[in-house]
């Protein structure tokens, strides 16, 4: 019997097993918090082993052309559901896992307890983005992108209050239009080239004759504008602030992350679908300028934002305007670069939504507005003792890590963030076509926009380290501080790193360019045989 | 590991020095000042072991792709810019030892210092740009750190988030500079940015890297007209703006100047810029220094003056001058050091450094006094000090630079030689004079070692001014060689020439320096003067702040234009974009609409015209009716299923009358607690027009929408499908299927792991609408019974549910409905089982039977059915999806993927043959998670009933109390 390899089984394991967990865990008392949370830590530990072992083989040369297909089903593809572990898949897997890691130990001392059902909606989460980065199905992209939505609907309410109530209500409307949106782009495409499969579309789309082409546009362009949606474009992208200044902290990291599922749909479709043919590039322009745009109104929200959740929320939209930018503009090496930057930028926002919460406890608005207005109106205070303030250590740990968490946000030296920025100023000067008037608009807003966050972060920090006033060290949990230092440390080795991070990046974006052996590869995997009928397997 | 160990050793230092106990003064001073040491032998030692003009290397790659590689580069530029860095930061923390308070945290202050030091020795250091640009930014940020050391004061905040930006901001701009560079080179390489002098200057980029450079440069150095950030950094701690803010970080940006001299310098607009930003720095730092009253302040300006000199030398961009520029660096670091260190003691010992106060402190601390006045003797540039001889060599280089005929130049000089000569009086004047009121504190001189730092700096001050070609001299040569190369001048470092123009001139500075002062000081009372004339309008800190206030207010304002916190025109751009965005990006759809095939037919279109109806109906009822608009959605919920019916799709008709049916009764049920929402009370007038406008735009909108969508579904309808993956599941359903419903094998077989996720997707919303009714309280106003149950005549509403159905007037209807339960069931049975073959399946033999038991709950109330039913839906929910997974996972054992579906033959005793597949199980596991999904929705809804009539009765005490 010729069963499947487990290296290809092991493909099915980030959508799955959470779903079992998940599942498993609903009609468990929410009394036992400890199990439940046992439960949810060590399916999020082997999470990321799988994450690791596939991120490993999708780079070594067990695949041919690197690609892990999984027939679900045993159907084969265009017919059945083709789930596709590729490098980009794994890298996006792996950064889920951590962050899911670090924001359900975080979760563990208090946010999971102050509603009911928190494990199993976050690991429905899970499930949905993981299944989101693999499916190769445009209709199963949508039932992941939905099992994904629901659970996060549920995760924004978690432990609500008025607040939440509210930006839920906006978040869910929202995210109903964008899912039916949604629909309706793969229903379109779907009757112009009678296929879901992505890698299908491809070659079909570059058959259509001039005459179906709009159609399949249309449907394309409205498909976009449902990941755009969640992936925050200006302006389908104003609800995004509002949720992530609501949510629990936890559930804001992995909001995060929900961002970059959008643009990762993008990319991946449109790098199968409009790769070559008459269609090849639709619509690359209106994303780079759209990207453009939302990068203008971040840095302009970064700036106007006074409260962190709101901060953090407009650095999330600086992120995914660079990123929109980045793939509208189309040059594969300013890509990888681009996936550098998503990587750090995420890890960075997400640390900083889970020190929001941890700061909360150090502030005290009064100190901070009266110190707000005296530096504002250039006042001197008469000149004190020169004696320091002791920084307790729970402080200094806090202090610090917002600090790390800022440079990265910001693309200041000597973190992640610098080496992200300046792949890309690097990938933009020394693009083949010269520099064009793109880059200089692109580079001059990334540069606009990383001063407009160190203004906004350090003016919050000032606030908020120095000038509160802080008489009693905070209360630190190592729960709380683990995930911080965890999320930071990631993007320290990141900035080690960055030489083979980078090459990997590149030959992520190179299986990227290589949409012809992509296609193949998926539709020539072959199901596994059945036994001879009558026969009991 | 050699070089590199210059700078990992601080920084190591640094962590360890944070990791000390708050109070331990000594440990700190001695782990910092071993470093130093440690670091300034070493690097004296690896000089001496070099060739004369030989080049240190060390590479490590960090980034090949990049062109990025961590080079540590060791010249005589950087050697002598090391040495300053290890020397005077030797001192600085043998004075900090003393100066800091025992109160204060240490660990913070020396782990931040040898933090700097590490990042500087990385600047001077680094032969990559980028990499230089890298430990830029963590001297810029260190400095942030410890400007705000003492962050509970405002000064000290301030200074720092000015410096910070300012800096951070140059920073940035170096950056876009050199990667300009590195694109007009191909690498980042210093050595080969130096060697590619032709290239740069010619190439058309040339202009915009030199303004970015040139930006980072004069941010970070304090020049015209980024200068205000430096008097507000005074806010640190002594030994911090002796040693950042006049020794070391502000040349960071000389130090660029110098490092890229060879590649960069030389042109039109080099000089324009860099030799113009440093005339008026040096101008305007010179006159505002005459006018302060704080010590420090004083220094700060007098540092802005001295470093614009420098960057005028570099800007004049002579051999010589540049010369000059590295020589008065040096000179300017050692005198400057001691001068901040002496006001430091000043203060330390008095408690203030008010100049209006401050008087014949010579009497009390003599000694410190003597060294003050000889390092400010240097300052102003009195023969045989240092200051003397690079000032000179500055008087020289102006007069050469504007030959014969201009002489503006020289003025400059001049004036400024002046300038200087005056606040260099006005800063000795505290020694002198008698002290006309009391002092915070007694004075009396410092402990023995917070001197020695003073002592040997002036030292060198007098050494070099007197003796400079045997002290300064081999030094200076090593840095100079390394920036010019063969292009090195014959200099003569000498305290006399002979009679000179130049020599004139530092005597005529001298002279009138001195008479104004004094013209100064009896005429317009310069000792109690407050403010500089003319230039203090200007506040820098002022704008700065009005900037950013201005900033973040333009910031708002234009967010509040180009976003939104609501919802609905979030919704309205989201319409706008699907109507714009394919109609921009794809154009109209012309070629699209072709003519219908076949004729419609009458019964059909009407029926749609109902549909329509009703689905506008919904719509305008929606605001004020709300059963009105939930029962007319029904009617079109009704017409979509007879559609389907017409269509020959029994399978979906199916279904959506089940989803029809549950759906419509769940928000039934929740209509009950939402409280009315009552039309606005007064004459209803006509609305104003900006409301008449709004609605008119969204009706448009509406119809655009609607139009667009429906000609689209036009277009799909009437052209011909695709050659499509449709008909391979037609012809594989029954013989590779195993069911002869397509639809039902599609659903649990071809596309099983869709239909796994959509039933996740039910578990979920049932969950989080669970997760949120738990603890919901209806609002005040729908808690009262409605007007229909409250009717007194009616007996029934003193009956609960259970009553009215078992012995009330619901007795009939009653006694039916629970016979009906059994037979409910078995058509969910009947449907589930023959799905597989024809319409039916688990999903909709879910629906009925959750009908089933909403029947009996809506029949005789939440109470009676659960004192009689246990539904645990929770487990029907985990269970339900926990068999789907589990039938999937059963395919792993025989070695299939996940969810492949197989088929048993099964011989039972009376039944006969059986197929059973898979699907069965997997469907099974669908019906679960429907029941338990529309049970746990039910639940959370019915026990509002519950609740809700225990409040107000809870309520009332409370009430009536207030």
């Known amino acids: 019997m010729n069963a499947l390899p487990w290296t290809q089984q092991l493909i099915l394991v980030p959508i799955l097993l959470p779903l079992l967990a998940g599942a498993l865990l609903i009609p468990v008392n929410e009394a036992r918090h400890n199990l439940k949370f046992a439960v949810n830590l060590g399916c999020n530990l082997v999470l990321l082993l799988s994450a690791l072992i596939l991120l490993g083989l999708s780079d070594q040369e067990l695949w041919p052309g690197h690609l892990g297909v999984y027939l679900a089903a045993n159907w084969m593809a265009p017919f059945g559901i083709a789930l596709v572990a590729d490098r980009l898949a794994g890298l996006l897997l792996l950064l889920t896992a951590t962050l899911s890691l670090a924001a359900l130990v975080f979760s563990s001392q208090g946010w999971s307890r102050i509603g009911v059902h928190f494990h199993s909606l976050f690991l429905f989460l899970l499930m949905g983005i993981n299944g989101a980065f693999l499916t190769n199905d445009l209709f199963n992209l949508f039932v992941f992108f939905e099992v994904m939505l629901a659970a996060s609907y549920g995760l924004v309410l978690h432990g609500y209050n008025t607040t939440r109530i509210r930006a839920g209500m906006q978040y869910i409307a929202i995210n109903l239009v964008a899912s039916l949106l949604f629909l309706i782009g793969i229903a379109l495409i779907y009757a112009s080239t009678g296929t879901l499969n992505m890698a299908d579309l491809g070659p079909r789309i570059a058959a259509l004759s001039a005459a179906d082409l709009p159609l399949l546009q249309i449907g394309a362009a409205i498909l976009a504008l449902a990941f755009l949606t969640k992936g925050a474009m200006w302006p389908l992208g104003f609800w995004l602030p509002t949720t992530y200044a609501a949510a629990s902290p936890p559930v804001a990291a992995l909001l995060v992350l929900m961002t970059k599922v959008g643009i990762y749909a993008l990319i991946r479709i449109w790098s199968l679908a409009f790769a070559a043919g008459p269609a090849a590039g639709f619509g690359l322009d209106a994303l780079f300028w759209g990207g453009i745009a939302t990068l203008v109104f971040g840095t302009l929200g970064i700036l106007a934002a006074q409260e962190p959740g709101r901060m953090a929320g407009y650095a999330a939209i600086i992120s995914s305007g660079t990123l929109m930018a980045v793939f509208g503009h189309g040059d594969p090496q300013l890509l990888s670069a681009g996936f550098y930057y998503l990587l750090g930028s995420t890890l960075a926002t997400a640390a900083f939504l889970l020190l929001v919460g941890l700061t909360e406890r150090i502030r005290s608005p009064g100190a901070a507005l009266l110190a707000l207005t005296m530096e504002a109106f250039a006042i001197d205070e008469k000149p004190e003792e020169p004696v320091g303030v002791g920084i307790p250590a729970a402080l200094a740990f806090l202090g610090l890590a917002f600090a790390a968490s800022a440079l990265v946000i910001t693309g200041l030296p000597p973190l992640s963030g610098f080496i992200a920025k300046f792949s890309l100023f690097h990938a933009l000067l020394n693009g083949e076509a010269g520099i064009s008037l793109r880059d200089w608009t692109l580079m001059i807003l990334i540069l606009c926009s990383g001063l407009a966050g160190i203004i906004a972060l350090m003016r919050f920090g000032v606030r908020t380290f120095w000038a509160s006033g802080a008489v009693q060290p905070p209360r630190l949990h190592p729960t709380e501080a683990g995930p911080v230092t965890l999320l930071l440390g990631l993007c320290v080795a990141m900035t080690v790193l960055a030489g083979p991070l980078l090459a990997y990046l590149e030959r992520t974006t190179r299986d990227l360019g290589q949409a012809g052996s992509y296609v193949e590869q998926v539709l020539s995997t072959p199901a596994v045989p059945s036994p001879p009928r009558g026969e009991a397997p | ?962």
């Open chain 2, 1 to 962: 590991m050699t070089l590199s160990a210059l700078i990992i050793a601080p920084f190591i230092g640094s962590l360890v020095a944070a990791c000390l106990p708050a109070n331990a003064r000594n440990r700190e001073a001695w782990l910092a000042g071993a470093i130093a040491l440690a670091g300034l032998l070493f690097t004296g030692w690896l000089f001496m072991q070099a060739d004369p003009g030989e080049v240190l290397y060390e590479r490590i790659a960090w980034v090949p792709a990049l062109g990025l590689e961590f080079v540590l580069r060791l010249d005589g530029l950087a050697w002598v810019f090391a040495m300053l860095v290890q020397g005077i930061g030797l001192l600085v923390v043998l004075y900090a030892r003393y100066y800091m308070s025992p109160a204060d945290p240490v660990p913070r202050f020396f782990s931040f210092l040898l933090a700097f030091m590490g990042s500087m020795l990385g600047v001077v250091l680094s032969g990559n740009l980028v990499q230089l640009v890298v430990f830029w930014e963590l001297t810029s940020l260190t400095s942030f750190l410890l400007i705000g050391y003492w962050h509970h004061r405002a000064d000290a905040r301030r200074g720092a988030r000015m410096a910070f930006t300012v800096t951070a901001t140059g920073g940035l701009c170096l950056l876009a500079g050199v990667l300009l560079l590195g694109h007009m080179v191909g690498s980042y390489d210093l050595d080969a940015v130096l060697a590619a002098r032709e290239l740069i200057i010619t190439h058309e980029l040339y202009l915009p890297a030199l303004i970015l450079i040139a930006l980072g440069a004069l941010t970070k150095s304090a020049q015209f007209p980024f200068h205000f950030w430096l008097p507000h950094a005074m806010a640190a701690p002594t030994p911090v703006s002796s040693y950042l803010h006049s020794a070391t970080m502000v040349k960071a940006g000389v130090f660029l100047l110098m490092r890229l001299w060879p590649a960069l310098a030389g042109t039109e607009a080099w000089t324009w810029i860099i030799a113009g930003a440093g005339t008026c720095t040096l101008l305007l730092g010179a006159f505002a220094a005459i006018f302060q009253r704080d010590m420090k302040g004083l220094l700060a300006y007098s540092t802005i003056s001295h470093l614009g000199l420098i960057t005028t030398l570099l800007g004049i961009g002579t051999p010589l001058a540049v010369v000059a520029a590295l020589f008065h660096t040096l000179n300017h670091a050692t005198f400057k050091a001691s001068l901040f260190m002496a006001v430091g003691i000043i203060d330390h010992e008095t408690g203030t450094r008010d100049m209006r106060i401050l008087r014949g402190l010579y009497r009390q601390m003599p000694y410190t006094a003597t060294l003050a006045i000889v390092a400010s003797g240097a300052m102003a540039g009195v023969p045989l000090l240092n200051g003397f001889l690079s000032k000179e060599m500055f008087f020289a280089e102006t007069l050469l630079v504007g030959g014969d005929s201009n002489w503006w130049m020289s003025y400059a000089a001049l004036a400024v030689g002046v300038f200087g000569v005056i606040y260099s009086l006005r800063f000795i004047a505290v020694f002198f004079g008698k002290p006309d009121q009391p002092l915070p504190r007694e004075p009396h001189e410092p402990p023995r070692w917070m001197r020695f730092p003073v002592e040997l700096l002036v030292l060198t001050c007098l050494v070099v001014g007197v003796v400079p070609a045997i002290s300064i001299e081999p030094i200076l040569h090593q840095g100079v060689v390394a920036i010019l190369g063969e292009a090195t001048p014959q200099y003569d470092l000498a305290v006399w020439h002979g009679f000179n123009l130049p020599l004139l001139m530092s005597f005529l500075a001298l002279v009138l320096g001195a008479w104004s002062y004094q013209l100064l000081r009896r005429r317009f009372n310069l000792r109690q003067r407050e403010q500089a004339p003319l230039i203090h309008r200007f506040s820098g800190a002022q704008a700065y702040e009005n900037t950013m206030l201005a900033i973040s207010r333009a910031a708002d304002f234009m967010l509040r234009h180009l976003g939104t916190r609501r919802l609905q025109p979030q919704l309205l751009a989201m319409t706008l974009a699907l109507l714009l965005v394919p109609a921009l990006l794809v154009g109209m759809l012309p070629g699209l609409l072709a003519p219908a095939p076949h004729p419609a037919d009458a019964f059909f279109v009407m029926l749609w015209v109902a549909g329509g109806a009703c689905a506008l109906a919904a719509a305008w009822q929606a605001k004020y009716q709300r059963l009105a608009a939930l029962a007319l959605a029904g009617g079109t919920g009704i017409v979509t299923c007879i559609t389907f019916l017409w269509l020959s799709a029994p399978d979906l008709a199916l279904t959506q009358l089940m989803v029809e049916t549950v759906t419509t009764i769940l928000i039934l049920l929740g209509l009950r607690w939402l409280p009315p929402r009552l039309r606005d009370a007064g004459p209803a007038a006509a609305p104003p027009w900006p409301v008449r406008l709004r609605r008119s735009r969204d009706m448009l909108l509406a119809l655009g929408g609607g139009l667009g969508l429906a000609l689209l579904s036009y277009a799909v309808m009437v052209r011909p499908m695709p050659d499509s993956i449709a008909s391979f599941f037609l012809e594989k359903a029954r013989s590779e299927g195993g069911g002869s419903n397509a639809v039902n094998v599609l659903l649990v077989d071809f596309r099983g792991f869709d239909t796994m996720g959509e039933i996740t997707v039910l578990a979920i919303v049932a969950l989080t609408v669970y997760a949120l009714l738990r603890r919901f309280r209806p609002a005040a106003e729908s808690i009262a019974i409605p007007a229909q149950q409250a009717n007194p005549v009616d007996a029934a509403t003193r009956q609960p549910p259970a009553e009215q159905a078992n012995s009330g007037y619901l007795q009939v209807a009653g006694i039916y409905m629970r016979l009906l339960l059994p037979f409910m069931g078995i058509t969910a049975a009947y449907f589930f089982l023959r799905g597989h073959n024809l319409p039916g399946g688990g999903f909709v033999a879910g629906l009925i039977f959750s009908v089933a038991i909403i029947v009996q709950y809506m029949l005789a109330g939440a109470t009676w059915v659960e004192d009689r039913l246990h539904l645990r839906p929770h487990r029907w929910l985990g269970y339900g999806l926990c068999i789907a997974c589990a039938t999937g996972l059963g395919a792993w054992a025989f070695g299939y993927p996940f969810l492949t579906s197989h088929t048993a033959h099964v011989e039972l005793p009376l039944l006969g043959e059986l197929h059973l597949p898979s699907a069965f199980f997997f469907d099974l596991g669908v019906f679960a998670t429907v029941v338990g999904c529309t049970m746990l929705i039910l639940v959370a809804l019915a026990h509002q009933s519950t609740r809700s009539h225990r409040l107000p009765e809870k309520a009332d005490p409370a009430r009536e109390a207030r």
